[in-house]
């Protein structure tokens, strides 16, 4: 376990496994990155894979009522310097799909590739939820945790997906749930943030990635990222939702090792 001190009583956790590129892995919201378990084992046999806990979720220690997506951006720089590493492939998972973006304009030479998964742009240009999906991530703080995480469960896992897989996840996000504060910090601070106006901005090779079903961030703001960043590669994946990455793991292993394949060959990487 390591940690990197960021001022205020902030320290965040993070770890690295495998060797080759630097691979940051960013969770999202009120998830730790225990819950990369399906994919960075995988990706740790041909990379060195980054993760870090988000701050208000796992073994990260911060004490603030909004945790901002420009700060956890700067946390990911951090713990990419403790890890002596100049620049990574960066891929952000929904809420981290928005630090990752953050980054990529806040440090672009710092970011071989940017992967975007499960994510949107924030603000007015994104297209939101149904009223009553979004009323659960609010109201979701007066039940417990285990139910909670099961009222969410129709609306980012893919109707085909086997429910030993969803229980699997259950239980990892269950061993390591965030507090109440913790957890309304990260919404707070994703609630406030957008990116649409900046987003002409990245330079990066980017990969857009999003599931057909996903009823939680829907697959329109996966066209709306692709279209404002140039060059940049959609790939929308059928029989899956929110949680791609357990709805169809192999085919998001796939997508990646050959996106990443590509960066690599055709040498983009900063």
């Known amino acids: ?3 990197v001190d960021r001022g205020n009583g902030a320290s965040i956790h993070w770890q690295a496994t495998g060797k080759g590129q630097p691979l940051a892995l960013v969770m ?3 998830c730790s ?6 994919l960075s084992p995988r990706l740790a046999k041909r990379y060195r894979v980054i993760v870090l806990d ?10 603030a009522d909004i945790h901002t997506i420009p700060e956890m951006a700067h946390d990911l720089a951090a713990v990419l310097d403790a890890a002596g590493e100049d620049s990574a492939h960066v891929f952000g998972f929904s809420m981290g799909g928005m630090i990752a973006q953050e980054f990529a304009l806040h440090y672009p030479n710092r ?3 940017l ?3 499960g994510t949107s742009c924030g603000g007015l240009r994104a297209v939101k939820a149904q009223a009553s999906v979004l009323e659960l991530l609010f109201s979701r703080v007066d039940m417990t945790p285990q139910q909670r995480l099961e009222v969410m469960v129709p609306y980012i896992y893919d109707a085909a997906t086997p429910r030993s897989m969803i229980e699997q996840d259950l239980g990892v996000r269950l061993a390591d749930y965030p ?8 919404l707070k601070g994703l609630s406030q943030w957008a990116s649409y106006p900046r987003l002409g901005n990245v330079r990066a090779p980017t990969l857009v990635l999003h599931g057909v079903s996903d009823r939680l961030i829907p697959p329109q703001n996966a066209h709306i990222l692709a279209d404002a960043i140039g060059g940049a590669r959609l790939e929308l994946l059928e029989q899956a939702s929110h949680m791609f990455q357990t709805d169809r793991p192999q085919a998001t292993e796939a997508m990646l090792e050959d996106f990443l394949g ?3 060959r055709n040498g983009a990487t900063s």
């Open 1 to 3: 376990m390591a940690r």
């Open 28 to 30: 999202g919201l009120g």
């Open 33 to 38: 990155s225990a819950m990369w378990f399906r």
């Open 54 to 63: 988000n701050r208000g979720v796992g073994r990260t220690k911060a004490d």
């Open 111 to 113: 970011v071989r590739s």
């Open 115 to 117: 992967i975007l998964g």
């Open 179 to 186: 507090s109440p504060r913790g957890y309304i910090a990260q």
């Open 262 to 264: 590509h960066v690599e």
